[in-house]
């Protein structure tokens, strides 16, 4: 890989409202964008400068993709690694396929992780009942039985509390292989930003508190002052990923912190991370122009936080209420993804807020005038 300069197309696989954030920024940098999208529908079609409508692993429309960009990158962390790895024999894929390959298994993931002596919520491999009653023995109630493999639909994770729900979840190991891992009380939930170039150069980016409405991102949060402690963890944590891994271009990685203060790494997130459209307000510089400028060989910045800063999701279900908002909230940055209709799916993402402030009490007290969304 070389430097890719203005003027070049970068060929993205995966549609969705962050690759249509991603293909503004590329945009405003100078690049042109050729889409691959499974849904004729989507989004990202709106900001793409071409597009291809299809099925992502199949190969005719990737090698259309390839000879008609000059470097390749996904933004669907569900896409096949092993078709990644095949389609980079032939064209210039960016972030390569590692990491993708690690984070699409659970089970490979956590050993990854277990591996370099990083804290993650104890787990077990589960392939039979006596797997999972052998694994209580071992963490105790409650925990949570999931699919091995994140890339699929028909699995879904359950929450074990007693043995009348292990006798419950039995049928459901017909169907695939899961990890049991243990229940972690949370207290708070964090992300960092990473980014490593073609020269294997590091860069640990400011981090972020996230605010989630059961298993859906709802608000990212970024402080100018946070725990020194905490914060030199996760920055420790996630140099020594990056060191790691056969990787170009930015990644994001999870934290949960215990009720009893015990950092924990949730998950990796290979590539762009929406609680780290942040960034932009924060900072200055999205999270975006740092996935390109590493990709492209580009020189990556030092960023830190300028302000406190807030990202809101808007969803579908609560648009009429960010309308009233928009009326009101003078001071706040409303932005709604162009040419979005709306489908009766509440929990759609269709914008977001932007707000900061050099005072976090009142950015908090602000945002929880609203009652929709919550700030610890």
């Excluded at 005719?60 to 996904?74: A, P, Q």
């Excluded at 949730?266 to 975006?288: C, D, H, L, M, W």
């Excluded at 492209?296 to 030092?302: A, F, K, L, S, T």
């Excluded at 990202?311 to 979005?340: C, H, M, R, V």
Aim: glycine fraction near 6%.
């Amino acid at each position: 890989m070389t430097f890719i300069a203005p003027g070049k197309t970068l060929g993205i696989i995966g549609g969705g409202s962050e690759t249509y954030l991603f293909e503004l920024e590329a945009k405003r940098m100078g690049f042109r964008t050729m889409l691959l999208t499974s849904e004729e529908k989507d989004i990202a079609t709106q900001a793409a400068d071409s597009y291809l409508v299809g099925t992502l692993e199949d190969s005719k429309n990737l090698s259309e993709l390839g000879h008609r960009s000059d470097i390749l990158l996904y933004m669907d962390e569900n896409f096949d690694s092993s078709v990644l790895k095949e389609l980079s024999k032939n064209f210039n894929v960016a972030q390569g396929s590692d990491l993708l390959e690690i984070v699409q298994d659970r089970y490979i993931e956590r050993t990854f992780l277990n591996d370099l002596n990083i804290n993650v919520p104890p787990f077990f491999s589960i392939v039979t009942v006596d797997d999972i009653k052998h694994a209580i023995d071992e963490i105790g109630f409650p925990c949570i039985l999931k699919p091995i493999q994140k890339n699929q639909k028909v699995l879904k994770r359950h929450i074990i509390y007693n043995y009348e729900d292990v006798e419950r979840v039995q049928k459901l190991l017909k169907d695939g292989t899961y990890i049991l891992e243990a229940w972690i009380e949370t207290k708070t939930e964090y992300s960092i930003m990473v980014s490593k170039s073609k020269d294997q150069k590091i860069h640990t980016f400011p981090m972020i508190q996230e605010i989630y409405d059961g298993e859906h991102l709802m608000s990212s949060f970024i402080y100018k002052k946070n725990d020194p402690e905490i914060e030199a963890e996760m920055q420790r944590v996630a140099l020594l990923i990056a060191q790691n891994i056969n990787y170009v271009g930015i990644f994001g990685i999870g934290f949960i912190l215990s009720d009893s203060g015990v950092l924990y790494v949730k998950r990796i997130f290979p590539g762009i991370n929406y609680s780290a459209n942040v960034y932009q307000e924060a900072t200055g510089i999205s999270q975006f122009e740092l996935h390109i400028r590493a990709i492209c060989d580009w020189p990556i910045p030092e960023i830190f936080p300028m302000v406190n800063a807030a990202t809101l999701k808007i969803i579908e279900g609560i648009l009429p209420q960010s309308l009233d908002l928009l009326q009101e909230k003078a001071q706040w940055k409303f932005n709604y993804y162009t040419g979005f209709k709306a489908k009766n799916q509440a929990d759609r993402d269709v914008g977001y807020i932007s707000i900061f402030s050099d005072d976090i009490e009142e950015l908090k007290n602000d945002i929880l005038t609203t009652n929709i969304w919550r700030v610890e």
